[in-house]
Structure formats: C-alpha cells, structure tokens
C-alpha cells in the first residue's frame, strides 16, 4: 500500500470574512443568519466558495458584495483558517478568514442566502455563532485586529 492511502486530504476550495465596524468606541462584529439549506438557521460570519479563476482575497470581497450589499471595506488577511473535518467525505476543508472594517455609512442589504444579520459585541457574537470553532476564530480576530493594529503586512489591495 502507498503513503497516500492513510492521509486524509485537506481542500481549500473557500473563504470566510469577519466584518468589523465601529460603533462609538467599540468594534462590532457582523453575524448572518442563514437561511438556505446547508446550515439553515446558523448565526454565523460570512462565507463562500472561490470560483473558477479567483483568488481567496477576490472571493472575499466578491462574497461581502454579494452577501451583504458593502462594497467599501478594508480587507486584512488574518492568518487564521476556519476548518472542519467532513466524515461523509472524509476530508478536511480549510477556509482562509479575511478581516474586514467597514466604513459608517456602509450598510447591509441582505442576499437570500441570510434572513437576519446583527452588529454584536464579540463577547455576544462568539455566545451568537453555532459552529464550533467559529468562537476561537473571534477570540483570535479581536486579539490581533481591535484590541492591537494589525500589520500592514496583512493588508490586502483590491486590485480590480
């Protein structure tokens, strides 16, 4: 038997974006609630998948036009992945997280993939979210992106 045969294969075929925005002195994080069939009724951040000929940071902005109407936002990578294992396919799906800060007079115009959204604080957002590991993702985003500024080096152009 070869090696191959005992690994499981890891797919990175998606994106997931957390939108920030002030409000006062506090960041807010945008959670949606979906209302499609996978993950119906999930409290969750944004999230698609990468087409044909994009890259994962056109994807993101591609993704928080479609799904919430911003079209100005400051995107950062922040080194984080949303991950999960799939037993019915028996792979694991890696996400790449894209943060982005969204100006006051953006405002959200939902997509008919999501029936609700919400500003929460991210003590309320990570109590919000229904996916496992979504919560440490919010830890790790309020750590590196409010609470310190985050590095230039992670800044993302749209180069459209």
């Known amino acids: 038997m070869s090696k191959e045969n005992f690994e499981i294969p890891v797919r990175c075929k998606g994106i997931a974006v957390v939108l920030l925005k002030k409000f006062g002195e506090e960041y807010k994080v945008l959670l949606l609630k979906r209302a499609t069939p996978i993950l119906k009724d999930a409290w969750c951040y944004i999230g698609g998948s990468i087409e044909e000929g994009e890259s994962a940071w056109q994807s993101a902005f591609r993704e ?8 100005e936002v400051l995107l950062y990578t922040s080194n984080k992945f949303d991950q999960f294992y799939s037993p019915h396919e028996d792979y694991i799906y890696m996400a790449p997280v894209f943060v982005g800060y969204v100006n006051d007079d953006q405002n959200v115009n939902l997509n008919y993939e999501h029936s ?11 109590e919000h979210v229904t ?14 992106f409010v609470k ?12 459209k």
């Open 131 to 144: 996916l496992p590991g979504n919560d440490e993702v919010l830890t790790f985003i309020e750590k590196h």
């Open 116 to 126: 609700e959204y919400k500003w929460l604080s991210f003590n309320e957002a990570i």
């Open 148 to 159: 310190n500024t985050p590095s230039k080096l992670l800044r993302v152009r749209n180069y």
């Open 64 to 71: 928080i036009e479609e799904e919430t109407g911003i079209t």
